[in-house]
């Protein structure tokens, strides 16, 4: 079975300041990796995916994050945090069979960005 | 092009009612996923439907159930409401397994609220 685990249900840094979500997995399979916002009151943005091939993926809103298959590992990070990227970050999980059709997320992060 | 939609986005019901969601898919994808949002279990998969049929179940009673319509439409019911339903309820749609395209979408929810 699959499972993801998120270190810290809450971060907080200074704007500015980096930006860096863990995510830890645990797959039998080849992982399909991906890293989703959530705003309040909102359903869920894709922020980046990996599925294959290289291994840094760059997504939206200057955010990216890398796959490190020996650490199990796919953290989220950003250079330069901004006010609008307090929200809520969840890092899931898929498998190639299922296409990513069926995803397990972890407990998800708080982001909390101070002036 | 339209986003995932989600009826209603609020919803009151009382405990063993029975409720049922919509979700209309972005244009041209197949696949509907839905996924159940609390404070105290996260996200969880509840099911996923491709071409009408029922590909993935997620660990959910009986009391949960699904369908997906010839135009990709999905509606989930929930029968005999029980308190601990109360929670979001995010559809997700995607073009589909075998597309190559690994990305799902998600509506803004639907919130319900069982007393």
């Given at each position: 079975?699959?499972?993801?685990?998120?270190?810290?249900?809450?971060?907080?840094?200074?704007?500015?300041?980096?930006?860096?979500?863990?995510?830890?997995?645990?797959?039998?399979?080849?992982?399909?990796?991906?890293?989703?916002?959530?705003?309040?009151?909102?359903?869920?943005?894709?922020?980046?995916?990996?599925?294959?091939?290289?291994?840094?993926v760059k997504g939206i809103n200057g955010f990216e994050a890398e796959f490190k298959k020996s650490e199990t590992s796919f953290h989220l990070t950003k250079p330069s945090a901004h006010m609008s990227d307090a929200a809520e970050y969840f890092c899931a999980v898929s498998d190639a069979g299922q296409g990513a059709q069926k995803l397990v997320f972890g407990q998800g992060t708080r982001l909390t960005i101070n002036p | 092009k339209a986003g995932v939609t989600q009826t209603p986005r609020y919803l009151i019901k009382t405990r063993g009612q029975q409720v049922t969601l919509s979700c209309s898919p972005i244009s041209g994808h197949r696949s509907v996923s839905w996924y159940q949002q609390t404070p105290g279990q996260g996200l969880q998969f509840l099911f996923e439907y491709f071409s009408e049929t029922q590909r993935n179940k997620g660990n959910f009673p009986g009391r949960f159930s699904g369908r997906q319509f010839s135009n990709s439409r999905s509606e989930m019911?929930?029968?005999?409401?029980?308190?601990?339903?109360?929670?979001?309820?995010?559809?997700?749609?995607?073009?589909?397994p075998g597309q190559g395209v690994y990305e799902q979408y998600f509506g803004p929810g639907t919130r319900l609220t069982v007393t």
């Open positions: 079975a699959q499972s993801v685990t998120q270190l810290g249900s809450h971060v907080s840094v200074s704007e500015g300041a980096l930006v860096l979500l863990r995510c830890n997995y645990s797959s039998s399979v080849p992982p399909y990796l991906f890293w989703y916002v959530q705003y309040p009151n909102q359903g869920l943005q894709l922020l980046l995916k990996y599925t294959t091939g290289a291994t840094l | 019911n929930v029968s005999t409401l029980e308190l601990g339903d109360s929670a979001l309820y995010l559809c997700a749609s995607s073009l589909g």
